[in-house]
């Protein structure tokens, strides 16, 4: 059964940190993008970083709101993908979805398989 499954969200200062995880099964990431994406209250959801598969260089984007803040990695091993969050600000309080794609780079509207969510919450 294919599933991506998120987990670390959670309630925490400004200025603080969380770790994000994506675990997948079914199906190998290494060879999948895999994009993290995140839905404020009230507002669509957005694109917040993308990982090309192993077939782009290790290529990673980010959105200038989370640059030099947020971080993406990939452990094969464990067939997961991390989102590291420091320096967390209230305007990052959302849903935060993984997506991957069986293509090298993401695509927002052709993602193959979506996580049900994992919410943050910054506040003091």
């Known amino acids: 059964q294919v599933q991506l499954v998120e987990s670390g969200g959670g309630l925490v200062q400004p200025g603080g940190s969380l770790r994000l995880s994506c675990a997948a099964s079914g199906f190998t990431l290494e060879h999948y993008a895999i994009g993290w994406f995140r839905q404020a209250p009230g507002e669509e959801r957005k694109g917040v970083s993308c990982?090309?598969?192993?077939?782009?260089?290790?290529?990673?984007w980010y959105t200038d709101s989370v640059k030099g803040r947020f971080t993406m990695s990939r452990e094969n091993a464990k067939n997961t993908v991390y989102l590291q969050m420091n320096n967390l600000k209230p305007e990052d309080t959302a849903v935060y979805y993984c997506?991957?794609?069986?293509?090298?780079?993401?695509?927002?509207?052709?993602?193959?398989?979506w996580g049900e969510g994992t919410r943050v919450t910054v506040s003091s």
């Open positions: 990982a090309g598969s192993r077939d782009s260089n290790g290529s990673i």
């Open positions: 997506a991957a794609r069986d293509a090298n780079w993401c695509n927002y509207y052709g993602m193959d398989y």
